[in-house]
Structure formats: C-alpha cells, structure tokens
C-alpha cells in the first residue's frame, strides 16, 4: 500500500522491483507511473536502453546537457527493464554506467527514481560497461530504497500453458523456455 500511495517518492526515496522475468514488474512500475500522474506528479518513464540511447542521441547532437536535465527534473523517474536490451557500446563516448551514474547522481537525495531489473544488481556493472560506477550508482539508490524482489512464475507462461489446454494440446514441462525459432 506505500508503494501504491506513492509514500516513497513523496519521501524521496528510491525503488527496486527485482525478478524473473514476466513477474509483473514492469506492470507494477506502469501502475506506480499511473498514479504518480494522477497525483500531480511531474513523471517520466522509460526502459533503460531507451534512456541511454536518448542520452547518447545528446552526447551526439550536442544537447546532453539539456537532455540530461529534463530527466533530472521530474519527480519521479522510473527506469524499466535494467538488463534488458543491447546497451551499445562506444569507444568514444562514455560508458552507459557514466551515463546513468551522472544521471542518478543528480537525483539521489532531491527526487524519486523506481527501477526493474530481471538482472542481478551484481550483475549491473557488466550490463552498464563498469562495475565500479553501477556499484557506485546501485551505492546512491540502495541508501534510500524500498526494494521488492518478486519470486513467482511467468505470467506469460502461465497464460500460454492456459491456452494450451483450452486447445486440448499438451506443453512438455520445460515449456517455461521457447526452443530458439520456434514459434510459441
């Protein structure tokens, strides 16, 4: 009930929602995002390779700065799906852990940020291109944060295995994981 009245972000502090994936996280961050703009609420959503590549779109074109302010800004900022999608890497540019570390930094402590991740969070430095600024960046998040780690089944699985049945076909038990080309 905190986390659905937004008591946290009217705090300030920060949220993790960790775990499998198709276990509702970003289901749960989407509602938080709902109720935040109900709540007059200035709130900015996005998936973590999409924030990067927007912030990366700055770096190129020359308004990072810019960019990197209009995120700071709102009140709430939820960052989906840590881990997911191919965070490009450029040899020129800085990593995505400087890129999100500059971000955070800028937040911590003055605003609200809700984050997912099916990942680890030991696992952040490896996806972000630095273990020493995701420790650095998971460091200013953690000392603030309700953290939720949902342990449960695929609700996408569970709805396939449901239409499985209602078509009279069988699933083999390994059925959580799609063989590679195979059409679900």
């Given at each position: 009930?905190?986390?659905?009245?937004?008591?946290?972000?009217?705090?300030?502090?920060?949220?993790?929602?960790?775990?499998?994936?198709?276990?509702?996280?970003?289901?749960?961050?989407?509602?938080?995002?709902?109720?935040?703009?109900?709540?007059?609420?200035?709130?900015?959503?996005?998936?973590?390779?999409?924030?990067?590549?927007?912030?990366?779109?700055?770096?190129?074109?020359?308004?990072?700065?810019?960019?990197?302010?209009?995120?700071?800004?709102?009140?709430?900022?939820?960052?989906?799906?840590?881990?997911?999608?191919?965070?490009?890497?450029?040899?020129?540019?800085?990593?995505?852990?400087?890129?999100?570390?500059?971000?955070?930094?800028?937040?911590?402590?003055?605003?609200?940020?809700?984050?997912?991740?099916?990942?680890?969070?030991?696992?952040?430095?490896?996806?972000?291109?630095?273990?020493?600024?995701?420790?650095?960046?998971?460091?200013?998040?953690?000392?603030?944060?309700?953290?939720?780690?949902?342990?449960?089944?695929?609700?996408?699985?569970q709805v396939a295995r449901d239409?499985?049945?209602?078509?009279?076909?069988?699933?083999?038990?390994?059925?959580?994981?799609p063989e590679a080309g195979r059409?679900?």
């Amino acid at each position: 009930m905190e986390i659905a009245g937004l008591d946290f972000a009217r705090r300030k502090e920060d949220l993790v929602v960790t775990g499998k994936s198709g276990t509702g996280k970003s289901h749960i961050l989407q509602a938080i995002a709902l109720r935040g703009c109900q709540a007059q609420m200035s709130v900015r959503y996005a998936r973590c390779v999409d924030l990067l590549d927007d912030l990366y779109a700055g770096l190129a074109d020359g308004t990072y700065q810019r960019r990197l302010k209009r995120w700071a800004a709102a009140d709430l900022l939820i960052v989906d799906d840590v881990g997911l999608g191919q965070v490009k890497k450029r040899d020129d540019e800085p990593t995505a852990a400087h890129t999100l570390f500059n971000l955070i930094d800028r937040r911590h402590g003055k605003t609200s940020t809700a984050f997912s991740s099916n990942i680890k969070l030991s696992a952040w430095g490896k996806y972000l291109g630095d273990a020493t600024l995701a420790v650095a960046i998971l460091d200013r998040v953690n000392m603030r944060a309700i953290r939720l780690d949902i342990d449960g089944p695929s609700y996408r699985q569970q709805v396939a295995r449901d239409r499985a049945k209602e078509r009279g076909a069988k699933l083999p038990d390994d059925s959580a994981e799609p063989e590679a080309g195979r059409e679900q």
